[in-house]
């Protein structure tokens, strides 16, 4: 037993997400250093910290925006560190972005197809979707998910702000991702749309495990069952999120000193 345990830990195979001494340099300029974070499968994790602490680094890190300077990143066992974009969303890894990235003249509806296509076999076909079209099923299923099904015909341009973060999370679940990493997805909205975000990320699939980055702590541990806090480029401290939330040199650095 103890071999087989020991061969499982060996290949990395019980994270969902492991990071080894990740370091990002930009210039002289170090943005990570020497970050070491694992994720367990169905895990739902917030990395927080201050303007600058190098959340979003971290971020471009593991999706292949910005490769780490050193250490290694670890996907489902799989090594992914110099694995381009396309090819960590093709293993299950998606990621939402604080500015959006939808199409504003096309539907609700379109958009959500658009994304289920675009990480299906058939994405390069350039037939019109039958009404009977399995990826415009999916697409209904994505879009009553984060309940927008009520405008599901209405033009992106015309949606509010929170509505548009709603359906930023439906592109995000196409194509039955692994692993989703939420940059800000709370950013701007209303306490009801809060409410309703809260609502959305607690109802996901179990096996979806993810890191949200979040600078509404209300949020944030509300949805997660456990926090990285990072402070200049570095992991600071580790816990449960109510451990985290009383923590004097948390408290210190980030609630009590223009933490928002």
């Known amino acids: 037993m103890a071999n087989a345990e020991q061969r499982f830990s060996a290949v990395g195979s019980g994270a969902a997400l492991e990071l080894r001494g990740v370091t990002r340099l930009f210039g002289a300029l170090a943005a990570l250093t020497d970050v070491t974070i694992t994720v367990r499968p169905g895990e739902r994790r917030a990395v927080l910290g201050s303007n600058g602490a190098g959340k979003t680094t971290l971020f471009n890190c593991v999706t292949g925006d910005f490769p780490p300077s050193s250490g290694t990143i670890r996907f489902f066992g799989e090594d992914i560190t110099h694995f381009p974009a396309y090819e960590r969303i093709r293993r299950g890894l998606r ?100 409410r309703e975000l809260i609502e959305i990320l607690t109802s996901l699939p179990a096996h979806i495990g993810y890191i949200i980055i979040e600078h509404d702590m209300d949020v944030a541990l509300r949805v997660v069952e456990s926090v990285t806090m990072m402070h200049n480029g570095r992991v600071f401290k580790e816990g449960p999120p109510q451990e985290i939330e009383s923590d004097p040199e948390v408290q210190e650095l980030y609630l009590g000193g223009g933490h928002g």
């Open 95 to 194: 990621r939402t972005y604080q500015i959006s990235a939808l199409f504003p003249g096309l539907t609700v509806r379109d958009n959500v197809y658009l994304a289920c296509r675009g990480v299906s076999r058939g994405r390069f076909s350039l037939l019109r979707p039958r009404p009977n079209d399995a990826l415009m099923h999916s697409a209904e299923a994505l879009i009553q998910a984060v309940h927008l099904t009520p405008v599901r015909e209405r033009r992106v341009a015309e949606l509010a702000h929170g509505q548009q973060r709603q359906l930023e999370i439906a592109l995000a679940l196409a194509g039955a991702p692994r692993f989703i990493l939420f940059d800000e997805p709370a950013a701007g909205l209303s306490p009801a749309e809060r």
